[in-house]
């Protein structure tokens, strides 16, 4: 009933009103139409809790092992290899054979190491990718079978059994004269090769408290999250602890389900604002620009390059349009607030390299004429 009241008088007003008055009831419709109108104004700037946050408590947890590949084309470890042998013969001894460690040749079978990482909730019966790295000098594990293995967590414990073929992205070539190695012959991989034997999962029926952690610590982005949260919700049963953790009380939020709860938490749409924030990539050249960079007065000279960050005129003055920064000879002059891609620009055209511009970045950074985190990587 009340949609078609709604549409009955946007019809009217598209026969009565005038067009400023009717982009304006225009407006207000989709407004009110907008289930997150208080938290979500500008949709660029707008994500799930999901995207930001973890839950505390719920995570993956790694798992390593040692054991055996066998069935290599003469490309395991050579003699020199003690590991090898030595865990051979034991292999054979608990199956009721006895030989010699000194005597044994072990060119077709290569020492190795196993990961996993254990994903939340992970339930017995379940099967994870495994990947195994030779640890002798065996040349590749092409071909080569992994025998049973018992992956084991930080507290000692089995958690899983792996075992079978590997499939490895390398491979060696070679010729009468010559040889010729691809990509890594001596890692390999097993898609779904353990089995998991141990329930590592967090009961989650008993939680009084349910935190989540932001990635990126932020104490706007943290009460923001609060604040919709209780507004979803309409009572407050949310909380900002510190940059990183806000805490949700269960039995205030009238879902008995943890599940079901964070469910609903995490569709939430907030507004997060991007760090400010310059990653160089000093051997690619490569920089990234999060957030509002800007720049405060400062001069840098540099290998005969000039910069000059100036004050901004008074307020009495006309503004100006904003414009590429000029560039005289080997000098670049920038008005206060200018953004961090527009020296770059300048940087630029006047055929700086990548060394000289993370040193200017640097320089800037340590004038303070630059507002933002600076991360070299």
């Given at each position: 009933?009340?949609?078609?009241l709604?549409?009955s008088?946007?019809?009217?007003?598209?026969?009565?009103?005038?067009?400023?008055?009717?982009?304006?009831?225009?407006?207000?419709?989709?407004?009110?139409?907008?289930?997150y109108?208080?938290?979500?104004?500008?949709?660029?700037?707008?994500?799930?809790?999901?995207?930001?946050?973890?839950?505390?408590?719920?995570?993956?947890?790694?798992l390593?092992g040692?054991?055996l590949?066998?069935?290599?084309?003469?490309?395991?470890d050579?003699?020199?290899?003690?590991?090898?042998?030595?865990t051979?013969?034991n292999?054979?001894?608990?199956?009721?054979?006895?030989?010699?460690?000194?005597?044994?040749?072990?060119?077709?079978?290569?020492?190795?190491?196993?990961?996993?990482?254990?994903?939340?909730?992970?339930?017995?019966?379940?099967?994870?990718?495994?990947?195994?790295?030779?640890?002798?000098?065996?040349?590749?594990?092409?071909g080569?079978?992994?025998?049973?293995?018992?992956?084991?967590?930080?507290?000692?414990?089995?958690?899983?059994?792996?075992?079978?073929?590997?499939?490895?992205?390398?491979?060696?070539?070679?010729?009468?004269?010559?040889?010729?190695?691809?990509?890594?012959?001596?890692v390999?991989?097993?898609a779904?090769?353990?089995?998991?034997?141990?329930?590592?999962?967090?009961?989650?029926?008993?939680?009084?408290?349910?935190?989540?952690?932001?990635?990126?610590?932020?104490?706007?982005?943290?009460?923001?999250?609060?604040?919709?949260i209780?507004?979803?919700?309409?009572?407050?049963?949310?909380?900002?602890?510190?940059?990183?953790?806000?805490?949700?009380?269960?039995?205030?939020?009238?879902i008995?389900?943890?599940?079901?709860?964070?469910?609903?938490?995490?569709?939430?749409?907030?507004e997060?604002k991007?760090?400010?924030?310059?990653?160089?990539?000093?051997?690619?050249?490569?920089?990234?620009?999060?957030?509002?960079?800007?720049?405060?007065?400062?001069?840098?000279?540099?290998?005969?390059l000039?910069?000059?960050?100036?004050?901004?005129?008074?307020?009495?003055?006309?503004?100006?349009?904003?414009?590429?920064?000029?560039?005289?000879?080997?000098?670049?002059?920038?008005?206060e607030?200018?953004?961090?891609?527009?020296?770059?620009?300048?940087l630029?055209?006047?055929?700086?390299s990548?060394?000289?511009?993370?040193?200017?970045?640097?320089?800037?950074?340590?004038?303070?004429?630059?507002?933002?985190?600076?991360?070299?990587?």
């Amino acid at each position: 009933m009340a949609s078609r009241l709604l549409i009955s008088g946007f019809i009217w007003a598209t026969t009565r009103l005038r067009p400023m008055a009717l982009r304006l009831l225009f407006a207000m419709l989709l407004i009110m139409s907008s289930p997150y109108r208080l938290y979500a104004a500008d949709p660029s700037q707008s994500v799930l809790i999901r995207d930001v946050t973890e839950v505390e408590g719920v995570r993956s947890n790694q798992l390593i092992g040692y054991g055996l590949v066998v069935g290599l084309h003469s490309t395991g470890d050579s003699q020199q290899t003690y590991l090898t042998v030595q865990t051979l013969a034991n292999a054979m001894q608990r199956m009721g054979v006895q030989i010699v460690p000194s005597i044994v040749v072990v060119k077709n079978v290569a020492a190795v190491f196993v990961t996993a990482e254990l994903p939340p909730f992970a339930r017995p019966g379940m099967n994870l990718d495994i990947t195994i790295s030779s640890i002798g000098d065996a040349r590749s594990l092409e071909g080569g079978v992994l025998l049973l293995t018992a992956l084991r967590g930080v507290d000692g414990e089995v958690y899983a059994q792996g075992q079978g073929a590997l499939t490895i992205g390398g491979y060696t070539q070679s010729g009468p004269t010559t040889s010729k190695l691809t990509r890594h012959p001596t890692v390999g991989r097993i898609a779904e090769g353990a089995i998991v034997e141990r329930d590592a999962s967090v009961d989650l029926s008993h939680f009084q408290t349910v935190s989540l952690l932001l990635r990126d610590p932020d104490f706007t982005a943290a009460r923001n999250i609060a604040e919709a949260i209780n507004h979803d919700f309409a009572k407050p049963i949310s909380r900002a602890v510190d940059s990183r953790r806000i805490e949700i009380l269960v039995a205030d939020s009238g879902i008995a389900s943890v599940p079901i709860l964070l469910s609903r938490v995490q569709n939430l749409a907030v507004e997060v604002k991007p760090a400010a924030k310059v990653v160089v990539n000093e051997r690619t050249g490569t920089i990234v620009l999060g957030g509002d960079v800007t720049l405060s007065p400062v001069v840098i000279m540099q290998a005969g390059l000039t910069i000059q960050i100036q004050p901004s005129p008074p307020a009495s003055l006309p503004p100006t349009l904003p414009t590429a920064p000029p560039t005289v000879g080997q000098a670049i002059q920038m008005q206060e607030g200018s953004s961090v891609n527009e020296l770059l620009k300048g940087l630029h055209t006047i055929g700086a390299s990548s060394q000289d511009i993370l040193a200017i970045l640097q320089a800037i950074k340590a004038a303070g004429g630059l507002q933002a985190d600076l991360e070299v990587i």
